[in-house]
C-alpha cells in the first residue's frame, strides 16, 4: 500500500474538501483525486461520500483512516529512528514542562544542556498537562513532564513516575494570617492564588472548606504561570497555593512564610514523564529526562 496515497486520504479527511486537500498535499485537483480514487479501487471500498461542497468519510472510511493514521505514525517512527541509529548523532528536541518544573527544575536542566550541547536547539512549552497531551499527540513535542495524577488510563501513553512534590500555602511577610495558626475558611477569605488543581486537591480542599457536593471551588486567579502569581502573592494579601519547592527561594530570602493551616490535610502534586508508547525518544530527549531526575532526587520531592 502506498504510503503517499494514505497521506492523501488523510489530508481528505481533516479538509473534506478535495481542492484544500490537494493543497495541502502540493497535488493538483486532478491528480489529486485520481490518488484517491486508486486507493478505493485498491481496498475495492468507497471511502468518502461527494457530495456539492461537502466530502465526508463513509463508515469503511472512517475505519481505513483510524488505521492509516496509525500505520503513518509508525512509519514515521521508524524513519526517525532509523536516521538516529545510523548518524548515532544527539539530535534536536522538543518537549513540554508543566508549571510548576518549569518555575523550579527546568532552569538548572536548560543550563546544564546549554553548557554541554550547546549546538543543540531545543524547544520548550510550558502549559497544564491537558494542553500539554495536545500537543504530544499531534507529535508537536517528544514528550512532556507535567503532574500525571489526572492524565486518561490511554495505552498509547507512556508514564514514568518521577515521585511527588507537596504543596502548601504561603503569603508574603507581615501578611494578616503570617505567623499564627489559622482556618483554610480564614485563608480563603483573602482570595487564593494557583495553578491548576488536580481534582484530588480540589475535592480535599472543598471538603475542608464544608462546600456542598458539587460546589465549585472558585480561587481568585488560576494561571499556569508560578512567578506571576508569586509576584501578586507578594504584592497583596492574595494567598499562594504553591509546591513547597516551587515556593522555597521566596521563604528562605524571608519575602514570604508558610501558613500554618489546621486541619489541611497533605496535598501532593504527582510528577510524571509522559510519552507516546512505542516511540524511541531523540538522545537529546532522554538528556534533559535524565536531568530533570537528578535535579528532582535532590530537591523536596516525596517519594511515592
Not at 494514505?6 to 473534506?16: F, N
Not at 481542492?19 to 485498491?42: K, N, T, Y
Request: aromatic share 6%; net charge negative.
Amino acid at each position: 500500500m502506498d504510503l503517499r496515497r494514505l497521506e492523501h486520504l488523510l489530508a481528505l479527511a481533516e479538509e473534506r474538501h478535495f481542492g484544500r486537500a490537494a493543497d495541502q498535499v502540493h497535488l493538483s485537483q486532478p491528480a489529486f483525486s485520481r490518488s484517491i480514487q486508486a486507493i478505493e479501487a485498491e481496498l475495492d471500498l468507497r471511502l468518502f461520500d461527494r457530495e456539492i461542497g461537502d466530502v465526508r468519510p463513509t463508515p469503511a472510511g472512517q475505519f481505513v483512516i483510524e488505521r492509516a493514521r496509525r500505520l503513518l505514525f509508525d512509519a514515521r517512527c521508524l524513519a526517525r529512528d532509523v536516521e538516529l541509529f545510523r548518524e548515532s548523532r544527539l539530535g534536536d528536541a522538543a518537549f513540554g514542562v508543566g508549571p510548576i518544573l518549569a518555575a523550579t527544575l527546568m532552569p538548572d536542566v536548560l543550563a546544564a544542556l546549554r553548557s554541554q550541547y550547546s549546538g543543540v536547539a531545543l524547544r520548550v512549552e510550558v502549559s497544564n498537562w491537558q494542553q500539554l497531551l495536545e500537543r504530544l499527540q499531534a507529535e508537536d513535542i517528544e514528550f512532556f513532564v507535567a503532574d500525571a495524577s489526572e492524565l486518561p488510563d490511554d495505552p498509547a501513553l507512556d508514564i514514568r513516575s518521577m515521585g511527588r512534590q507537596q504543596g502548601s500555602f504561603y503569603v508574603r511577610a507581615g501578611h494578616p494570617l503570617a505567623g499564627h495558626a489559622c482556618t483554610l475558611a480564614e485563608t480563603w477569605a483573602f482570595g487564593v492564588a494557583a495553578f491548576r488543581l488536580p481534582h484530588a486537591v480540589k475535592a480535599a480542599l472543598a471538603k475542608l472548606l464544608g462546600l456542598p457536593a458539587g460546589a465549585p471551588l472558585v480561587l481568585a486567579l488560576e494561571c499556569d504561570d508560578i512567578g506571576l502569581l508569586r509576584s501578586v502573592a507578594l504584592a497583596t494579601d492574595t494567598v499562594l497555593a504553591s509546591t513547597d519547592v516551587a515556593a522555597n527561594d521566596a521563604v528562605k530570602s524571608g519575602a514570604m512564610q508558610r501558613l500554618q493551616v489546621r486541619s489541611l490535610p497533605r496535598l501532593y502534586s504527582q510528577m510524571g514523564v509522559v510519552s507516546l508508547r512505542n516511540r524511541t525518544l531523540s538522545p537529546t530527549a532522554q538528556r534533559v529526562i535524565h536531568g530533570i531526575e537528578t535535579l528532582a532526587a535532590q530537591v523536596n520531592v516525596q517519594p511515592e
